[in-house]
């Protein structure tokens, strides 16, 4: 599902460059849910905003559904981020002056689909993550961990081929952050691929592989035995 | 363009901060006002002024005879001489468009010194002598009876034409007038008809109290043989007086034996030319309506500009989230547009509203207390308004186009880092 080949990427601080991903060679299968680990400046966040084609690598090969990532405008961009993935934030980024039903139903906005379709999917979507109820509700008026199953609603609502989560659990308590792991462990048995970015080792841990990263490079890959996050909601 | 969601959208984010939503649109609203007014105000004043030329033949001059100041054939320098009858046909002949030509007499009428009776009523009021033509030359009407006529004139019937203030000078209210007589310096005349100012709502009521009688009696009844006083004359429509001015003058020049280097020897006054002296003045205060109003609206223009790029200032990460779900960087360029747009059309639209209600009431005003002078009618046209709204939707893009711009330039991903 996803290829990545010797990616390279450094950030201009003044005179000084900081090469912060220092040749990446990783793939993902598809139905995989991974773990991608490290501490604050380990590159995680920068190989996740590659990935999810916000920022463009300097060198290197990036194949996503066997489609060449590369030299993209911003038009395109916002196409193949459309179609091919779903980002869940970790300060869940929901537009604040629309309804949950709505921030869910937006990606399928810019699929021009129509109102309609839109709005029952975004529905079944909701309804999917246990907040139908809830649909005409502000974020203002949901809790956290509610505010993140509707981001990850609303991620999946375009039916991306793959979901990127960027620390999805790191604003939350740890009661919730296991019911947000047990809907992600939830969607990727129905087969999607999901990668998790995260610095807590039991997160990672209800993933089925860690990927860790150090100073820009891959320093440890392994299949781990998925811990289910059921068992403590 | 009339897609649902789009205007949910941009009556949401103007709706979110009302009070800054309404600031902004009051320098639109401030502008298209003044403009507004602006215009109306310089149509009143010309309408006003304009009105006192309305019915008369502005393509017009005046010419009267002086003293000459240079010696010419054997005659000296200092004569005082008169124009002759037969030079009005001279000029007809030499001069081509020519529409019309009227030698004129009047009395002195001294003021105080009453030269009129009826009865035991009596008024001091000016006297001409003149051919029927002069009332297409002045802004008159045939009120009452009938005007001169060329039999008046070939017959040299003593016959007047009295204007309308005469009439309520000296006679009942409901007095028949016509077939009366008036005695104008011993000599009867009968009245044959009145006339009224077509621009008399103002306060021109001297202008109905003139008296006119034919050319011919007047010589005739006062002595005048066949001199003219002095003279007006018309060019046809689509020719200029002005160009035509300088043929009229040499043709009396030679008639009257006036040296052609004298200029001061006739006098003359263009009518024509003042009157394109007040038009190009209006075009001028129009001008300056406009550029006024138009630099006021740009302030208020720019008013939209800057609050439109402290929206998206506030917007960027909302902006960032709507580019990572993959909205086209060319939809939120259309949304800001059209939030600009929008803002700047319903806040001008509003001052053209008030604007017009100003107008209206100031018309409203102006009929209740009665004619003011030279001010009448203000009132933009449709075409003003058509502009107005052409140039409001213009000047939205324009406000809208840098914020759109800037919005557009935000990447996602900086757009996320803002917290």
Request: contains cysteine.
């Given at each position: 599902?996803?290829?990545?080949?010797?990616?390279?990427k450094?950030?201009?601080?003044?005179?000084?460059?900081?090469?912060?991903?220092k040749?990446?060679?990783?793939s993902?299968?598809?139905?995989?849910?991974?773990?991608?680990m490290?501490?604050?400046?380990?590159?995680?966040?920068?190989?996740?905003?590659?990935?999810?084609?916000?920022?463009?690598?300097?060198?290197?090969?990036?194949?996503?559904?066997?489609?060449?990532i590369?030299?993209l405008?911003?038009?395109?961009a916002?196409?193949?981020r459309?179609?091919?993935?779903?980002?869940?934030?970790?300060s869940?980024n929901?537009i604040?002056?629309?309804?949950?039903?709505?921030n869910v139903?937006?990606?399928?906005y810019?699929?021009?689909?129509?109102?309609?379709?839109?709005q029952e999917?975004?529905?079944?979507?909701l309804?999917?993550?246990?907040?139908r109820?809830?649909?005409t509700h502000?974020?203002?008026?949901l809790?956290?961990?509610?505010?993140?199953?509707?981001?990850?609603?609303?991620?999946?609502?375009?039916?991306?081929?793959?979901?990127?989560?960027d620390?999805?659990?790191?604003?939350?308590?740890?009661?919730?952050?296991y019911e947000?792991?047990?809907?992600?462990q939830?969607?990727?048995?129905?087969?999607?691929?999901?990668?998790?970015?995260?610095?807590?080792?039991?997160?990672a841990h209800m993933?089925k592989?860690?990927?860790?990263?150090?100073?820009?490079?891959?320093?440890?890959?392994?299949?781990?035995?998925?811990?289910?996050?059921?068992?403590?909601? | 363009?009339?897609?649902?969601?789009?205007?949910?959208?941009?009556l949401?984010?103007?709706?979110?901060?009302?009070?800054?939503?309404?600031?902004?649109?009051f320098?639109?609203?401030?502008?298209?006002?003044?403009?507004?007014?602006?215009?109306?105000?310089?149509?009143?004043?010309?309408?006003?002024?304009?009105?006192?030329?309305?019915g008369?033949a502005?393509?017009?001059?005046f010419?009267?005879?002086?003293?000459?100041t240079?010696?010419?054939?054997?005659?000296?320098?200092?004569r005082n001489?008169?124009?002759?009858?037969?030079?009005?046909?001279?000029?007809?002949?030499n001069?081509?468009?020519?529409?019309?030509?009227?030698p004129?007499?009047?009395?002195?009428?001294?003021?105080g010194?009453?030269n009129?009776?009826?009865?035991?009523?009596?008024?001091s009021?000016r006297v001409?002598?003149d051919?029927?033509?002069?009332?297409?030359?002045?802004?008159?009407?045939?009120?009452h009876?009938?005007?001169?006529?060329?039999n008046?004139?070939?017959?040299?019937?003593?016959?007047?034409?009295?204007?309308d203030?005469?009439?309520?000078d000296?006679?009942?209210?409901?007095?028949?007038?016509l077939?009366?007589?008036?005695?104008i310096?011993?000599?009867?005349?009968?009245v044959?008809?009145?006339y009224k100012?077509?621009?008399?709502?103002?306060g021109?009521?001297?202008?109905?109290?003139?008296?006119?009688?034919?050319?011919?009696?007047?010589?005739q009844?006062?002595?005048?043989a066949?001199?003219?006083?002095?003279?007006?004359?018309?060019?046809?429509?689509?020719?200029?007086?002005?160009?035509?001015?300088?043929?009229?003058?040499?043709?009396?020049?030679?008639?009257?034996k006036?040296?052609?280097?004298?200029?001061?020897a006739?006098?003359f006054?263009?009518?024509?030319?003042?009157?394109n002296?007040?038009?190009?003045?209006?075009?001028?205060?129009?001008?300056i309506?406009?550029?006024?109003?138009?630099?006021?609206?740009?302030?208020?223009?720019?008013?939209?500009?800057?609050?439109?790029?402290?929206?998206?200032?506030?917007?960027?990460?909302?902006?960032?989230?709507r580019?990572?779900?993959?909205?086209?960087?060319?939809?939120?360029?259309?949304?800001?547009?059209?939030?600009?747009?929008?803002?700047?059309?319903?806040?001008?639209?509003?001052?053209?509203?008030?604007?017009?209600?100003f107008?209206?009431?100031?018309?409203t005003?102006?009929?209740?207390v009665?004619?003011?002078?030279?001010?009448?009618?203000?009132?933009?046209?449709?075409?003003?308004?058509?502009?107005?709204?052409i140039?409001?939707?213009?000047?939205?893009?324009?406000?809208?186009?840098?914020?759109a711009?800037s919005?557009?330039?935000?990447r996602?991903?900086?757009?996320?880092?803002?917290?």
């Amino acid at each position: 599902m996803i290829e990545i080949k010797d990616l390279h990427k450094s950030y201009k601080m003044g005179s000084n460059s900081l090469h912060v991903l220092k040749g990446i060679n990783f793939s993902v299968e598809e139905g995989e849910l991974v773990a991608i680990m490290g501490s604050s400046g380990s590159g995680k966040s920068t190989l996740l905003n590659i990935l999810g084609m916000l920022d463009g690598a300097d060198s290197g090969e990036y194949n996503l559904d066997n489609v060449p990532i590369k030299d993209l405008n911003e038009t395109k961009a916002a196409q193949y981020r459309n179609k091919f993935l779903g980002f869940v934030f970790q300060s869940f980024n929901l537009i604040n002056y629309k309804s949950a039903v709505e921030n869910v139903a937006l990606p399928l906005y810019y699929q021009k689909v129509n109102r309609k379709v839109r709005q029952e999917k975004a529905l079944k979507y909701l309804e999917q993550v246990g907040l139908r109820e809830w649909a005409t509700h502000l974020p203002s008026e949901l809790s956290g961990g509610q505010k993140q199953r509707v981001a990850i609603a609303r991620a999946m609502a375009a039916e991306p081929k793959v979901l990127l989560a960027d620390e999805p659990t790191g604003a939350l308590d740890s009661k919730t952050s296991y019911e947000v792991m047990d809907l992600i462990q939830k969607i990727n048995d129905a087969g999607n691929t999901i990668l998790v970015v995260t610095h807590e080792e039991d997160i990672a841990h209800m993933c089925k592989r860690i990927v860790h990263l150090k100073d820009g490079v891959i320093v440890e890959d392994k299949k781990i035995e998925q811990v289910r996050a059921e068992q403590y909601v | 363009m009339f897609n649902k969601d789009r205007w949910k959208e941009i009556l949401e984010v103007l709706t979110s901060n009302w009070f800054r939503t309404v600031l902004t649109a009051f320098g639109v609203f401030w502008g298209i006002l003044i403009l507004i007014i602006l215009l109306a105000a310089g149509k009143g004043l010309e309408n006003g002024i304009k009105q006192d030329f309305s019915g008369v033949a502005t393509n017009t001059m005046f010419m009267w005879t002086q003293s000459t100041t240079m010696a010419y054939q054997g005659l000296p320098e200092g004569r005082n001489f008169n124009f002759k009858l037969e030079d009005v046909d001279l000029i007809k002949r030499n001069v081509p468009n020519l529409r019309i030509v009227s030698p004129r007499n009047a009395l002195r009428s001294q003021s105080g010194v009453d030269n009129v009776f009826y009865g035991t009523e009596s008024g001091s009021y000016r006297v001409f002598g003149d051919y029927p033509e002069i009332i297409f030359q002045n802004s008159m009407y045939t009120a009452h009876g009938r005007f001169l006529n060329h039999n008046d004139i070939a017959k040299k019937r003593k016959v007047i034409v009295i204007g309308d203030g005469i009439r309520k000078d000296l006679y009942e209210e409901g007095e028949e007038v016509l077939g009366t007589y008036l005695k104008i310096q011993g000599v009867n005349f009968m009245v044959v008809g009145t006339y009224k100012e077509k621009s008399s709502n103002g306060g021109n009521q001297n202008a109905e109290r003139q008296i006119y009688v034919p050319f011919t009696a007047f010589s005739q009844a006062f002595n005048r043989a066949d001199n003219v006083g002095w003279m007006a004359i018309t060019a046809k429509d689509g020719n200029s007086i002005s160009n035509l001015k300088e043929d009229v003058i040499n043709t009396v020049k030679q008639s009257r034996k006036v040296h052609p280097d004298d200029e001061r020897a006739i006098g003359f006054f263009d009518l024509y030319e003042e009157y394109n002296k007040i038009e190009s003045l209006f075009t001028a205060m129009r001008w300056i309506a406009i550029i006024v109003g138009t630099l006021v609206l740009i302030s208020g223009v720019i008013g939209i500009s800057n609050i439109m790029l402290i929206v998206v200032k506030e917007r960027t990460k909302e902006i960032g989230i709507r580019r990572a779900l993959g909205e086209d960087p060319w939809s939120i360029k259309k949304q800001i547009l059209m939030e600009s747009i929008f803002l700047t059309i319903i806040s001008g639209m509003f001052g053209i509203i008030c604007g017009t209600l100003f107008i209206y009431g100031v018309n409203t005003l102006l009929d209740s207390v009665g004619p003011v002078d030279m001010f009448l009618n203000p009132s933009v046209s449709v075409g003003v308004v058509t502009a107005a709204l052409i140039t409001l939707i213009l000047s939205g893009l324009l406000a809208g186009f840098i914020p759109a711009q800037s919005a557009i330039k935000v990447r996602p991903i900086d757009a996320l880092r803002t917290e």
